[in-house]
């Protein structure tokens, strides 16, 4: 065996550079810069600090328009942009820090996202941990402080080169996040997390000062050091290096064409979308349709704050789909990722096929006059019962999330789930708001709807209006329901109603709901609040809804859900309902849990719709289901 030479080179340090506070355009071509320059070979390993002047940056994969406020951003003076790397929307500013790592692929011993992820955050978060900020990693790539956000993370590997950044919250200000973007629904638990502001926490809040920029440097690269094996030294950025990142931000990354790669237009009749939500992500597909019947795709958009490598995949998958017949899609998908080398972060090839063909399942139909969509889940309504969705006055078939799936899966049903008027992709509220539109829509609009959808045995399962509609129609039409599933169901307004949409006002007016809203329902929503206030702060609404004689012909069980913290109702509604059902009625009252069950206490609800829906159904269909989770 040879001797190590005495003159062996010493090991490469890795360079520390701090650019300073820049745009978020050119920071995003700065990143760019520095992947293509330690690609071909011109950069050593690097480890970037940096910070933006006032900016609202989305993933690469998102829609613009769905998350960010441009109208706000633009008076504000707000920079938008979009970034090379996947992930939600961002507000950056002066009070965040931004750290990247820009290394050979090989340095971390995987090529694992997921792997990379937890090692990464978990070296960020020791390095905090030196500030005597008690961090933690959190899957799947956030780093948290007692379960509240102070850094978010991303990356992916471009050939040789794995790039990885988070950004650092130190003396932020969350209501000017709220402002800029679009924050989603889904992200926001309502009995917790009132709002944005108490998800996140700084440095400053923790430690009750805002310690020198380079205390904190120093502090995360002794945990990218000793956690990762990095040995920092500090160094500059190069000429060649800015001149590459300025080409790419003059006629690439800091183009509008850029940032608006990725939007959708309005509805239109060929347009069909659906939305899947996962633990590691939300994944979208909005796809155009042509031909006669609508039989093939003409384009696909793929969106959502899922990360992927490479990047290009999505894109690559959006070409490959374009022409294909609908009928083949879901197969197209399958076979696209069986030959395509990608990683995808805690979202499989399969939840891409099933978001697919989701949307090209949605329904187009006419009810009452107006135009409305709807999706189908699970067995048609010739195979067995189908469970009828009706969300909230705000609501929208997205923002059910995942309970029709696991509902319908639980108890072998099929499951309509559709928008109604006013909401999600349907047709636009229009003046004048009726008073009796909760009347209406259970004697007009659901018929027509459960007809065209070819629902002859139909249990009906509403939340809050759509509870009052559900509870209406059943009374109407007692030969076509099994029964009813009422959460946060009401009658009448009471003095608690009035209050609590006083404070829906005052948030739509000056904090994030009117965002989270526009997510969900975009140019819809100023008039479906604006009918929601109109009609429920009225002075004849003491009156009722003239619901009462529909409700008192009801026939079929009734399981009527209401959390003890409900913001808008009392247990008087359960008391109303039990005098007009006689015999007819279960109730469940759930604590610690307020207007939205199916999401505050899901697994109690899954569990008390699965069983009682199960006892409504014909042995064969009950003795199929199996348990929800």
């Not at 390095?127 to 961090?135: D, E, I």
């Not at 205390?215 to 990762?228: K, S, T």
């Not at 003890?564 to 009252?589: N, V």
Request: one cysteine or more.
């Amino acid at each position: 065996m040879t001797a190590p030479s005495s003159h062996a080179e010493a090991p490469r340090a890795d360079r520390v550079i701090d650019t300073g506070i820049r745009g978020g355009r050119i920071n995003i071509a700065l990143d760019q810069a520095l992947i293509e320059a330690h690609n071909a070979g011109r950069i050593p390993d690097t480890i970037r600090f940096l910070r933006f002047r006032p900016s609202a940056l989305v993933g690469l994969h998102q829609i613009l328009s769905h998350e960010v406020r441009l109208e706000y951003c633009r008076r504000s003076g707000i920079e938008v942009g979009r970034r090379i790397t996947g992930g939600g929307g961002l507000y950056l500013d002066e009070g965040q820090i931004g750290w990247e790592l820009v290394l050979d692929r090989r340095r971390l011993g995987t090529s694992d996202l997921a792997e990379i992820a937890a090692k990464i955050c978990t070296a960020a978060a020791s390095g905090l941990k030196r500030l005597g900020v008690p961090a933690e990693f959190r899957p799947r790539n956030d780093i948290e402080v007692d379960g509240r956000k102070i850094s978010g993370t991303g990356g992916f590997i471009d050939g040789a080169t794995l790039f990885y950044q988070g950004t650092l919250l130190v003396d932020f200000d969350a209501t000017r996040m709220i402002e800029a973007l679009k924050v989603p629904a889904e992200k926001l638990a309502k009995r917790d997390l009132e709002d944005a502001r108490r998800r996140v926490v700084t440095v400053r809040e923790v430690l009750g000062r805002v310690p020198p920029l380079e205390e904190i440097y120093a502090a995360l690269l002794e945990g990218f050091r000793d956690a990762l094996g990095l040995r920092p030294e500090w160094g500059a950025l190069s000429e060649y290096e800015e001149t590459l990142a300025q080409r790419l931000h003059e006629h690439e990354l800091g183009t509008d064409e850029f940032v608006q790669l990725v939007d959708a237009p309005e509805v239109e009749d060929n347009l069909v979308s659906a939305t899947l939500v996962r633990r590691g992500g939300t994944l979208r597909a909005d796809v155009r349709l042509e031909g006669p019947a609508r039989e093939r795709i003409r384009e696909v958009l793929l969106t959502g704050d899922f990360f992927v490598t490479p990047p290009r995949t999505v894109f690559d998958l959006e070409a490959e789909l374009r022409g294909r017949s609908a009928a083949q899609a879901g197969k197209a998908v399958e076979a696209f990722f069986a030959r395509t080398p990608c990683d995808l972060v805690a979202l499989a090839p399969a939840d891409f096929r099933e978001v697919l063909e989701r949307a090209l399942r949605q329904m187009s139909l006419r009810a009452a006059g107006r135009a409305l969509r709807a999706h189908w889940r699970g067995p048609g309504p010739e195979q067995a019962p189908t469970l009828v969705f009706l969300h909230d006055a705000l609501g929208s078939a997205r923002m059910w999330r995942d309970v029709p799936e696991r509902l319908a899966q639980a108890v072998g049903c099929g499951a309509l789930v559709y928008d109604r008027w006013g909401s999600g992709d349907s047709e636009p509220l229009a003046r004048p708001y009726r008073r009796d539109y909760l009347l209406h829509e259970a004697l007009v609009s659901l018929p027509e709807v459960l007809a065209k959808g070819g629902v002859r045995d139909a249990v009906l399962v509403g939340q809050s209006d759509g509870a009052a509609i559900a509870l209406a129609h059943a009374g109407a039409h007692p030969g076509l329901v099994r029964g009813v599933v009422a959460l946060a169901p009401h009658l009448f307004r009471e003095e608690k109603t009035v209050a609590a949409i006083r404070a829906q006002i005052a948030d739509f007016e000056h904090g994030d709901l009117r965002a989270r809203l526009e997510r969900h329902h975009g140019a819809k929503t100023a008039a479906l609040f604006e009918r929601l206030v109109e009609v429920w702060t009225a002075p004849q609404a003491d009156a009722g809804w003239g619901l009462e004689p529909c409700v008192s012909r009801v026939r079929c069980p009734v399981l009527a859900i209401q959390g003890e913290d409900d913001e808008f109702f009392s247990e008087a509604q359960l008391a109303a309902l039990a005098a007009l059902l006689p015999g007819r009625l279960e109730t469940l009252r759930i604590p610690a849990c307020g207007h939205y069950p199916q999401h505050q206490a899901r697994a109690a609800v899954l569990a008390a719709a699965s069983r009682f829906i199960r006892a409504l159904l014909p042995g064969a269909a009950a003795g199929a289901a199996a348990q929800p989770s």
